[in-house]
């Protein structure tokens, strides 16, 4: 069954995954995908990725009792309206027809709505705008990596479904190593506004002043495709993204790797959650449905799927203010 947490984040098993870069747009230009190297993408782990618009998705089964718990509100249309922003492969991002949103998020937020009984109703959003259209209602429900802290906590409901990694790339030929804020002072590095990520370099930046050191120059970008042509040009150091994302470019390109790791909830600990608006019933049921995923196998074949079966969590967890 779900559990109730109530803001403290404790310790996850040993597992690697994101928290969810907030770049609005198309996948990376210079990715398998969008090369033109047709809609598989092999990757360097063995991974064969379907980057095509035809997906064939893995689907569960609708459990009664769980739709049932569904609020009336939400069910009454017969959909789950699902916010994502398709801008970070392999988790949300376009296909090759630069249109269809694909990606292990999109799997995931599939085979929810199927074990609640619901049409999944997909709506493609930038990172600024989830959460205000969560909050009035225009979004049932957020699968796009996004990580749970306390300050979402005083707005939104969590239901886990992934431990919650970042990581570091740079250019393949680089020596850097990134372990801690020491090794990030001087380096010019981009991040997504208001995200986690975005906060823990805020935090080592105040460290390196304190220590009478150069902090890292935070550089910011429009999307994810600007981010990696930056990158890969030599005009930044670093890249801090969805651990996943970092991997699958490390996989697929021959000139960027992954140079460091660090959780999303630094100093402490923190998961990734579907989100939901504050105390209006949906997030314990999703919490139950991902159990339920859990227990028939359909969610490590999401995971296996996209080459991100070190992300599994044991079970979910329903994280609320509102639950005291």
Known sequence: MATTRLRKLYPLPAAAAVVLLSLAGCADPNSAAAEGAGSTAAAGNGVVYNTSPDQDRIRSQKDAGLAAEVPADIAEDGKLTVASTGGSVPLSFHATDDKTVIGTEIDLAQLVADKLGLELDLQVTSWENWPLKTESGDYEAVFSNVGINDERLKKFDFASYRAAYMGFEAKKDTDITVK????????????GSGTNQEKILLAWNEELEKDGKEPASLQYYSSEADTILALSSGRIDLNLAPYPSTVYRE??????????????GWPTETLVAATTERGN?????????????IADGSYAQVLERWGLEEEAVPESEFFSEDSK
């Open 180 to 191: 801690g804020a020491a090794d990030i002072a001087g380096k010019k590095i981009a991040v």
């Open 251 to 264: 996989n697929t390109r021959d000139d960027l790797k992954v140079v460091g790791k660090v959780n999303a």
């Open 281 to 293: 019933g949906l997030g314990p049921v999703i919490s139950e449905a991902v159990d339920a995923l």
